[in-house]
């Protein structure tokens, strides 16, 4: 097995649910967004993956997103969560804390 392959996949399957909790807190631009996720450890983000999933949760309903003036250059796109992207936040955080707590009870040597 590939250990390098396997943490790359388990990022690219974490990254929605990563930002849709970073985006609970508030609204964010996506640099913002690049340069707070790189201090996840183990994460690896550049700022070229963030815009396709913010594309796609925006696609899906998930994220609203709007301009506003910069005054550090130009207008800054920002993101911020929809009351569906809410609710699938929710779900899905859900859904991990069950998968965590199955796992730390498997590693315990305890049959979930």
Known sequence: MNLQNWQTQLRKGLLDVVILNLLQHGRCHGYEMVQTLKQIDGLKIREGNIYPILAR???DGLVTSYSEPSPDGPPRKYF???ELGQKTLADMNAHWNHIIQSMQSL??????
């Open 57 to 59: 949760l925006q696609t």
């Open 80 to 82: 911020k969560l929809t």
């Open 107 to 112: 590693k315990k040597g305890k049959r979930v």
